[in-house]
């Protein structure tokens, strides 16, 4: 069987950081077995649709390096245009699609034209919340005949069309939860064509993941109970059944379910905190789901390989941000340099194509989780700011010691050559051979040396910052801290 996948989402506006992690179990499952994974845009409901979300959505696909196999794209003047042949990919291009599987199930006695008001449905609802009842359509229109179906209609009264949902039980074998079973009765005949002709969800989302050859549909668990009307709709239309599979929902370190006012529930927002796209997915991949015991850094294309629906975990998973700050900083430490730059340069208005910058980058990425962290950082390797002189002077040393230490230090830095600003370790082996040679103590000389090159007392270290600034402006910044301490 070909696996195909699809994630369907609704243009809200911005792409779920629950949604991306469905995303990503679609993307293993396709490419794993060379299936392929569909983009469709679930915009029925008109009264929610967001100006330019599906191009926003895009937009976070291409940022995360994510492709997929069909479904709409952003051409390169901006505008939507589509790939793959069993589209549209946007159900509000597909209404057309829909009618005759609502006229079969209509013609089977599967469904019913249903005229009341959305005024006397409040009102039942009210009566049955009341009653302590399930809220559900009471079937008073599920008995009309054809000619006063038909005379109401001709008399241009509003309706919509229910599913007549049957007795009995609905079962289905969930990928990462077994077996779920519902009782009939507790479902609604639920609309499946609304009052201004368009289909609703449930129709819509059965004809597309057959008319799109589905295998294997992968959603949050929030729609578990959508489900039992969906797999009676595929039984009514004898239409072939995908797997299901739920993904638990993402929680707050509370156990809460992930909300906006808790924290940030958009992929963008990561993004815009600084967090690499490959660290953000390995990430969300691996939550509440890991595919070896004694590792956590995967390759996308060892998360392919290795995926497995049926060892996602079925308890809601924790946005446990200390950790996604461990492994953006284990990410950032791998990045080559080159694109180390790239990934910094959004988050800084200084220019990185300074070599002292990229020099920079490469210390101060052993301190930051973040890129946004950047930025603060990189201040002091462009021009010290303005420190206090007595911060030069070590706490178990003097201003007079302090002062000898700069002089002497600022003589064996102009007398190293210049190869030995090539590299960190070059820079430590020559400063440490000055202090033991001269039987002096390292603080002695490493403090107000670090100072003096950084401004700053908490700092990388002299060898680092030696290296990063080079031999005339740590030259100039010791002299600097000199005169500013006689
Ligand atoms: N359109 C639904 C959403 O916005 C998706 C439901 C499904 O995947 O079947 O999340």
Redesign the pocket.
């Given at each position: 069987m070909i696996t195909r996948t699809?994630?369907?989402?609704?243009p809200?506006g911005y792409m779920?950081i629950g949604?991306l992690r469905?995303v990503m179990f679609d993307y293993y499952l396709a490419r794993q077995t060379g299936g392929q994974f569909i983009v469709r845009i679930?915009d029925t409901d008109q009264a929610r649709l967001v100006e330019g979300a599906v191009e926003s959505l895009l937009n976070t696909f291409k940022k995360l390096d994510l492709d997929y196999d069909e479904g709409p794209v952003l051409l390169a003047d901006g505008t939507l245009g589509e790939k793959g042949d069993v589209g549209p990919y946007t159900q509000s291009k597909r209404l057309d699609l829909y009618r005759p599987y609502a006229d079969r199930l209509l013609a089977d006695g599967n469904a019913y034209v249903c005229f009341c008001t959305s005024e006397r449905l409040v009102e039942m609802r009210a009566a049955q919340v009341a009653a302590k009842q399930n809220p559900k359509y009471d079937r008073r229109c599920a008995g009309l005949s054809l000619d006063e179906v038909k005379k109401r209609q001709a008399a241009g009264e509003k309706f919509v069309i229910r599913m007549r949902i049957p007795e009995g039980e609905s079962k289905f074998i969930d990928a990462i939860r077994g077996e779920i079973s519902f009782n009939n009765a507790d479902v609604d005949d639920q609309v499946i064509i609304k009052s201004d002709g368009f289909a609703s969800?449930h129709l819509a989302?059965v004809v597309d993941?057959y008319l799109m050859k589905i295998s294997h549909?992968?959603?949050?668990e929030?729609?578990i109970s959508?489900t039992p009307k969906?797999i009676i709709l595929h039984d009514m239309l004898g239409l072939p059944m995908p797997v299901y599979a739920h993904v638990p929902l993402i929680l707050n370190p509370d156990k809460t379910k992930l909300s906006k006012r808790k924290g940030d529930v958009s992929v963008e927002s990561y993004l815009a905190k600084g967090y690499l796209p490959a660290a953000l997915i390995n990430f969300i991949s691996t939550l509440g789901y890991n595919p070896k015991a004694d590792q956590e850094i995967y390759e996308r294309a060892e998360l392919t390989e290795l995926f497995d629906l049926s060892k996602v975990s079925r308890a809601g998973a924790v946005m446990n941000i200390e950790k996604l700050d461990w492994m953006n900083h284990q990410y950032l430490m791998k990045l080559p340099a080159a694109d180390l730059i790239l990934a910094v340069q959004p988050f800084t208005t200084l220019d990185l194509a300074s070599p002292v910058l990229q020099r920079a980058l490469i210390i101060e990425r052993e301190r930051v989780s973040r890129l946004t962290e950047f930025a603060d950082k990189l201040g002091a390797y462009v021009e010290l700011g303005g420190y206090d002189p007595a911060i030069l002077v070590w706490k178990k040393s003097s201003k007079e010691d302090a002062l000898e230490q700069l002089q002497n230090i600022s003589t064996v830095i102009s007398q190293l050559p210049a190869d030995t600003f090539v590299d960190i370790s070059l820079l430590e082996a020559a400063v440490k051979e000055y202090i033991s040679s001269n039987a002096l103590q390292n603080g002695n000389v490493l403090w107000p040396l670090r100072i003096a090159l950084s401004g700053l007392e908490k700092s990388a270290s002299p060898y680092e910052l030696l290296w990063a600034l080079g031999q005339e402006e740590s030259l100039r910044r010791v002299q600097l801290a000199f005169e500013s301490l006689s």
């Open positions: 699809r994630i369907a989402p609704s809200t779920h949604t469905t679930e969800y989302v993941d549909v992968l959603r949050g929030e729609w959508s969906q």
